[in-house]
Every structure is written in structure tokens, then in C-alpha cells.
């Protein structure tokens, strides 16, 4: 059983949270580039929302959205963590940075999909499967104090199944561009309550009713850990709270989908860093 939520956008295949929500406030302009590349053996897209302006928070906010498109597409299938193209280096424009990485990221694709291809040759017969990486830096969310991005990638090498990467969603303060850091250092202990309660929501919208101790059977834990880790992806904002997401088996198995939930602010407000207080509006 998967419980999320898989939906063709823009020719991507794009895993929605059932939690996530999006409001707009006034416009923060950006820029959209979209491209794709298909051959007998892979399959490359790429879909990047850049900031177009020129202000502090436009400039801040687009460098570190370089540096993710960076970390995805220069290290596809890098199981050593080597980098295999260089990363970009000047002043481009945002369609002159993601040809580079379309164009670089796309080869490097299809050389490894095409060597797969033919050792697999050697040994089956009939149809060999494909390799296939979509990419995605949107923005989702636009308010007057903060704008949100998000991105998730889809991979498949031809195994049993593909999965869902990337960085998540990336909260940055709407006037400075600074990354916002919605909780306090060291709340995982007081934080167990509401992890709780919000992972066996997330399993009882699929009709399976846990309590606390069947929960901790049924997540896929290290036998030493004693308490539900947060989530390696940070949380953002919604119109109902704050939203949290595991990603493919960080917690649970691959049937378990990615769980999420949302905290509502009044829930999640002792945990709150100042910052995301004022950012938003809870001061």
C-alpha cells in the first residue's frame, strides 16, 4: 500500500503530500525554465523556479537554490559522493545556469543508462528497462513574510522501483532571504508527543489504527534507537501548522509511502525559534 500521492505535473512525476497546503500573498517574481531530454535507454526533465529579482532576498534566495539544483544534478548515481561535472561557475542568468545543468546532468544520464543497458544485454533477453531522473525546484508557497520552494526529484535505475529525493521544502524570510529555522535545538525528547500523534493520524487516513506502542513496532527504527527522530527534511509552514515530512524509508517502509503530518501553530509554538515566530505573524 503507498499512501502518497503521485500526480503528473508539467510532465513530472511529482509526489504531493496529502498534507500540503499553499496561499499566495503578493507575488515574488520568478522565473520558470523547463526542458527535457529522451533517448532508447533514459529519460531526463527538469523543471527550476528561479528568483528574477534583483534585491537582497532574490539574490540570497537564488544562490542557494543554485547550490541544490548543484547537490541533485552533479552527484546523480554518485554512490561515492563524487562530484561528475563541475559546478557552474560566473555570473549566467538563471536559463543559461539550468542549461548548463540540463545539458551536463543529461549526459551523464545517458552514459550511465546506456552501460547499464548493455551489460544487462549480455545476460536477459526482451526489454530492458530505462533509466529515468525528473527534477524539480519550485516555488509553492507566497506570503508577505516568507516564500517557500520545494524540491523533489523522482529517480529510477531500473530496479524494482523508483524513488523520491531532493531537499524537501525551504522556507526563506520574504525581506532578507535567509533560510528560516522553524525549530529549537534539542526538542526531539519533548517533541515525542506530537510526533506521535501525528504519525498515527498519518496511518489512520489509510485505515490503520495504531496505538503508541504499536506505532513504534510498525516504524522501521534502529533496535537502538528509543524515540521517533524528526525529520531529515525541515517543516513548512501551512495554513493549518507546520507540516512535517519523512521521506521514503526514514522511517517506515517504502509501502508506508512518506509520512506526514501537520502540528497546528497553537500545538507547535513552545518549540518555535523566535525567528519563525515573527516570520509567521505569532509574536
Not at 510532465?11 to 520558470?32: L, Q
Not at 539550468?98 to 549480455?122: F, I, P, S, T, W
Not at 524570510?173 to 529549537?184: A, C, H, P, V
Not at 526514514?250 to 516570520?279: H, Q
Amino acid at each position: 500500500m503507498n499512501h502518497s500521492f503521485l500526480i503528473a505535473l508539467g510532465g513530472f512525476a511529482i509526489m504531493i503530500v496529502a498534507a500540503s497546503c499553499n496561499y499566495i500573498g503578493k507575488s515574488f517574481k520568478t522565473e520558470t525554465f523547463s526542458a527535457g531530454d529522451t533517448t532508447a535507454h533514459s529519460s531526463f526533465s527538469m523543471k527550476v523556479e528561479l528568483p528574477a529579482g534583483k534585491d537582497e532576498a532574490s539574490t540570497n534566495i537564488r544562490k542557494e537554490l543554485i547550490d541544490v539544483m548543484d547537490s541533485q544534478l552533479a552527484f546523480i548515481d554518485s554512490y561515492e559522493g563524487d562530484r561528475v561535472f563541475p559546478a557552474f561557475e560566473g555570473d549566467g542568468n538563471n536559463e543559461q545556469i539550468c542549461n548548463y545543468y540540463k545539458e551536463n546532468a543529461a549526459k551523464h544520464l545517458r552514459a550511465l543508462a546506456g552501460q547499464d543497458a548493455a551489460e544487462r544485454a549480455e545476460y536477459f533477453d526482451g526489454d530492458i528497462p530505462g533509466w529515468e531522473y525528473d527534477f524539480s525546484l519550485t516555488k509553492t508557497a507566497d506570503t508577505l513574510g516568507y516564500v517557500v520552494f520545494q524540491n523533489l526529484d523522482y529517480i529510477y535505475t531500473g530496479g524494482a522501483h523508483g524513488g523520491m529525493i531532493g531537499h524537501g521544502d525551504m522556507t526563506f524570510d520574504r525581506k532578507t532571504g535567509e533560510r528560516i529555522k522553524f525549530l529549537d535545538d534539542d526538542i526531539t525528547g519533548a517533541m515525542q508527543p506530537l510526533l506521535v500523534k501525528g504519525l498515527i493520524s498519518y496511518f489512520s487516513e489509510y485505515g490503520e489504527q495504531m496505538t503508541e506502542e504499536s506505532l513504534m513496532e510498525h516504524l522501521m527504527l534502529w533496535e537502538e534507537i528509543t524515540q521517533i527522530p524528526l525529520p531529515t527534511w525541515d517543516p513548512h509552514p501551512s495554513a493549518d501548522g507546520l507540516v512535517f515530512t519523512y521521506q521514503q524509508y526514514e522511517i517506515a517502509s517504502y509501502a508506508d509511502g512518506m509520512p506526514n503530518f501537520t502540528v497546528p501553530y497553537e500545538e507547535i509554538r513552545p518549540f518555535l525559534t523566535e525567528k519563525a515566530l515573527k516570520v509567521l505573524d505569532l509574536l
